[in-house]
């Protein structure tokens, strides 16, 4: 199958998960695109996540302890998540929040989470799905049901676990962040609410918010964009600007050729591992520095 359809297919796809396109209509016109339904699926099967890919860090790893989480944020506002932290190091180790895509709190995202542990940190997933009943099975249930979320509540919690992360209860350890496309957002957000609590963040191909809010981010930032993805860039190169402006400290990197969604590797498709390597190893330094 042709580049050109490829990337065609990829562009699609992303109107369908992000922009409210359809199944039904998305499907027709894949279909029309691959010449034919069988094409269709083989089409779609690399785009799409897989849950069943396997995991680069095994949930049983020896250098790493995991558990679910459950707290009350704020009232009536109970959170169910997943922590991941170094077998040894015990309370002292840095936080890293790390925030799920559109389709909730999934496998992927448990090991990304325990990627964090093996690299050091104790990180810590939340379902941003929770209060809603949680993340379903369903994919495009949890993208429906991500859609519904109340953004200024849903942001009010996460500055709640960002605070209590940072608070002498959990330690007064530093806290940092990373969340992928509807997560780079979320990181995003949290950046310009958390104030002093959050010490780094850094944002996988997120939409950002207005520059003007950039004023009142006071953790250190780090953006990472994916070169083919005009739809988020439009927005995040303003924001960009906007904290360069406001004497903030940012750092981003755009990796060209490549698509929204780079550093999933449960997507054969868009997957590209040279430019998701280099970013987990961005990310990965820059925690070093601000939160070691």
């Known amino acids: 199958m042709s580049g050109e359809i490829e990337r065609a297919a990829i562009a699609l796809y992303d109107r369908f998960t992000h922009e409210g396109l359809d199944r039904r209509t998305f499907m027709a016109e894949l279909t029309r695109l691959a010449g034919g339904s069988a094409a269709a699926s083989l089409l779609l099967s690399g785009v799409a996540c897989h849950a069943a890919a396997a995991p680069q860090v095994a949930p049983d790893d020896p250098r790493i302890r995991t558990r679910e989480i459950e707290r009350e944020l704020r009232p009536g506002r109970i959170y169910k998540g997943y922590n991941a932290a170094p077998a040894q190091g015990g309370g002292s180790v840095p936080l890293v929040v790390v925030v799920h895509e559109n389709r909730g709190l999934n496998d992927h995202i448990h090991d990304v989470t325990r990627r964090l542990a093996v690299a050091g940190y104790s990180a810590v997933a939340p ?16 993208r429906t049901m991500i859609g519904a979320l109340d953004m200024a509540e849903t942001v009010a ?5 960002i605070e209590w992360l940072a608070s002498p209860a959990s330690g007064s350890r530093k806290v940092g962040i990373v969340g992928f496309c509807w997560g780079g957002a979320m990181v995003n957000r949290l950046a310009v609410a958390a104030g002093p609590a959050l010490s780094a963040a850094v944002s996988f191909y997120g939409p950002a918010p207005d520059p003007s809010e950039a004023r009142r981010v006071e953790a250190a930032m780090l953006i990472l964009l994916a070169g083919l993805d005009d739809r988020v860039n439009g927005t995040a190169r303003p924001w960009i600007e906007a904290l360069r402006a406001a004497g903030k400290t940012v750092e981003t990197t755009t990796y060209p050729g490549v698509n929204h969604a780079f550093h999933n590797d449960t997507s054969s498709m868009r997957y590209n591992r040279e430019a998701a390597e280099a970013a987990w190893a961005a990310t990965l330094a820059f925690f070093a520095r601000h939160l070691r």
């Not at 379902?127 to 949890?142: H, K, W």
């Not at 919690?157 to 676990?161: Q, R």
């Open 127 to 142: 379902d941003f799905l929770s209060v809603a009943g949680g993340t379903p099975a369903d994919e495009d249930r949890a």
């Open 157 to 161: 919690d996460g500055v709640a676990l």
